[in-house]
């Protein structure tokens, strides 16, 4: 089955998630009826029940892993060797298995039997031309633990290549896309000034410059485009606590980093500091101060 299969419905998809989301706001919807309006965009038997799932349970909905019933033999234990041939509704059902409640032996089973006839036919959608790009990226790493604007990147570039894609889709996406990064270019450069004012690569020449790791982490915490705020303050913190590692791990001593800690304690009780060494005492300052005096007693 080619890699136009599966995201051949990729409008549909999207529509299931802008109306789930629009439900979600609303905080209102019937479970069932929502399920069915699903169903209804994305009319492909074990695929569409799978994200199904996955989307409503994404979102906060109520959902039973016994929608997997039909897909299951008489004891509904095991799932039926049938299905094992439908490879991207196996896909849809390994991915819709990350949002499994702890104690969920269907949803279990359903991780079990998608990962073992994936791996299998793994070889053969290589060798065939198939979705094994789409295989591998599962396995590699659940969906739900990857950056989502990662994944929208390499998302767009793979929908490019696919036979019929939406030009509109697509170019709404890179839209998106580009605004998104125009947002993070404008907070890193936010946060690249004060880093710049701290003067921390002069005043602390050992300390590692890990500005846009920092930030990259922070990205992938907070991810909402409105919550630009939010990321600038986190990768600030995050830079202050990396200095602050390589203060203990590089450079004081054993009586330098004792009196370290006991200043910043000291410092959180209002109590003043005493006098520590040159560098020390310029990380302090560098770290701590930002425009708040502090008083250190010689």
Known sequence: MGAESIRGTSENV????????????????????????????????????????????????QISEGIFDDFMDGDKKKFMSSVSDDDVGLLSLYNASDMAFHGEQKMDAARSFAMEHLMVEKKQLISSGGIERDVTHALDLPLHRRMPWMEARMYIDMYELEDGMSPALLQLAKIHFNEVQSIHQKELKQVGNWWTRLNMGKTISYSRDRLMECFFYVVGIVHDPKYGFCREKLTQIGMLIATIDDIYDIYGSLEELELFTQIIDRYQHGDGFSSPGHQIKSSITSLLLNGVPINFKE
């Open 14 to 61: 999207l529509v299931a998630e802008l109306f789930l989301d629009s439900m979600e706001k609303k905080s209102c919807g019937d479970q069932r009826q929502i399920f069915d309006t699903i169903k209804k965009v994305i009319p492909c038997g074990l695929r569409s029940t799978a994200i199904c799932f996955r989307l409503l349970r994404r979102f906060g909905f």
